[in-house]
């Protein structure tokens, strides 16, 4: 069974030297680089260690994988409804205790992509691909490899194409195939959780025309590789700062990287694309629908707990019984309710294609772009019934003090006596997820995480059946006749 532990993965991590930039200095040993502990715990030690927490055990061991064994969830290939429901629950799970942890599913996404879109080259263009792929997730699953998505390149001048820039790195491609493999030039943008990983898994991040073969690869290299270099970007302060002022961010912090190819050699059974332009589309949408249906389930555990400290701080504040402030909670749930019935439907009217299962992406996208219109509603819900003191309680160390001690306990107590540091660690909770540095980041990554809002739009509009809604209007337009009724009505 490949359940591995925290630790072994924590043991293999400590023994890769990759190249790693921050704050202009090198990281030396990215396992005792304090920075980095948030990350390697949501992306890490608790996505592993779900496997073997009794709460979530059963929901977190699936199976059987490639190798006819289970394995942790996160590393399964869906070939079912039931396997996906079972990632909607596990992300959702992994959520409601560290937010991002529900998004480590990424990698395998793409992989799962690629053994799709695999046998479709394969058989029209005569290419081995599918069995490389399976080769490799068979490694994946049975060693449990840590894995980062390289999917978004830096792109240059938005306005042109791979093609068309002045500058050809700044899509990744191939300057050079020789015998025993390829060698691969350029940069992706925000690769999220490298800093944890023991791989990358590089695809496409668009659809390719005729005359663009370089950049239409995909491969997956190790973080040491000699060329790769990551310079990597998180929160400031989450990481030594004290757990009551930031109780999710200091250990729920997600490290981006800038991560640069300069001239990476990668050996062709590591190779999954290479020069077949017109499937980097396919393999791009595939993984967006596959991706973002455990997106919805991460966004419900942490709706989840947006409800439950609205619920909570309004009966500390003594409003809970106040209309609008239960419908302020009321709208919580909805929003929640709402996405989760996505996750689900988009699971439930799946498809099986080539094996394995991929979710509906209307209802994908549709529920992606609910994550992201409902969580600044959702914040802004929360911090109005929550009140001002979220931004300007004083610095918890202040609180402590013995000066203070006393004062805290008659100034912030709520309308349950003695619920002063309770209330307070409340407050300092609210901050941290809907008022900070961290909500800050969310911000940003509600928009653009797993995608952007324009190009969620796109599959949308794609994918949806308007030929099919077109005949029904025309249909309906008949009358009496659309529903079979007589040209008369019998007296």
Request: charged share 25%; proline share 4%.
């Amino acid at each position: 069974m490949a359940l591995h532990t925290p630790e072994q993965l924590t043991e293999r991590l400590a023994a890769m030297t990759p190249n790693i930039r921050s704050r202009g200095a090198a990281v030396e040993n990215r396992t005792e680089h304090e920075p980095f502990s948030p990350t390697l715990l949501s992306w890490g030690h608790w996505l592993y260690h779900a496997a073997f927490d009794e709460e979530t055990a059963g929901t977190m061991v699936a199976g059987p994988d490639l190798n006819g064994e289970d394995c942790h969830v996160f590393w399964h290939m869906a070939t079912s409804v039931d396997d996906l429901l079972q990632n909607l629950h596990a992300a959702r799970l992994l959520a409601e205790r560290s937010p991002l942890a529900g998004y480590a599913s990424i990698g395998r996404d793409e992989l799962q992509a690629l053994l799709i879109v695999s046998q479709d080259i394969d058989e029209a263009k005569g290419t081995g691909y599918h069995a490389r792929v399976e080769a490799y997730v068979r490694r994946f699953q049975r060693e449990q490899v840590m894995t980062a998505a390289a999917v978004t390149d830096v792109k240059g001048d938005r306005s042109k194409r791979p093609s068309e820039q002045d500058d050809p790195d700044v899509y990744v491609h191939v300057v050079e195939r020789n015998d025993d493999g390829i060698v691969v030039r350029g940069a992706k943008a925000h690769t999220s959780g490298s800093v944890g990983a023991e791989e990358l898994i590089v695809i496409p991040t668009r659809a390719l025309v005729d005359g663009e073969d370089d950049y239409a690869v995909s491969f997956a290299v190790p973080v040491d590789a000699p060329g790769l270099r990551m310079v990597a970007r998180g929160l400031s302060m989450s990481h030594d700062a004290d757990e009551v002022e930031v109780p999710i961010s200091a250990h729920d912090d997600l490290v981006e990287t800038l991560t640069i190819f300069d001239d990476v050699f990668v050996p062709y059974e590591r190779v999954f694309l290479l020069g077949e332009h017109e499937y980097a589309g396919a393999i791009a949408n595939t993984f967006a629908s596959v991706n973002r249906q455990g997106y919805l389930g991460t966004e419900v555990g942490k709706l989840r707990l947006f409800v439950g400290a609205a619920q909570r701080i309004a009966e500390l504040n003594g409003v809970a019984h106040v209309s609008h402030i239960k419908d302020k909670i009321a709208q919580l749930i909805k929003l929640e309710r709402t996405i989760w019935a996505l996750g689900l439907g988009s699971s439930l009217e799946s498809a099986s294609v080539r094996g394995f299962q991929v979710p509906d992406p209307v209802q994908t996208n549709a529920g992606k772009l609910a994550c992201m219109e409902g969580h600044y509603l959702a914040t802004r819900l929360l911090l109005e019934i929550a009140g001002g003191a979220v931004v300007t309680a004083p610095f918890v160390e202040d609180l402590r003090s013995e000066e203070l001690s006393e004062d805290v306990e008659k100034y912030f107590r709520g309308a349950e006596p003695g619920s002063a540091w309770e209330r307070l660690k409340l407050l300092k909770f609210i901050r941290d997820i809907a008022a900070s540095e961290y909500s800050g980041y969310w911000n940003a990554e509600i928009i653009h995480g797993s995608g952007s809002p324009a190009a969620e739009m796109l599959q949308l509009y794609r994918e949806h059946d308007l030929d099919r809604c077109k005949e029904l209007v025309e249909r309906a337009m008949t009358g009496k006749a659309a529903i079979g009724a007589a040209a008369t009505v019998p007296s």
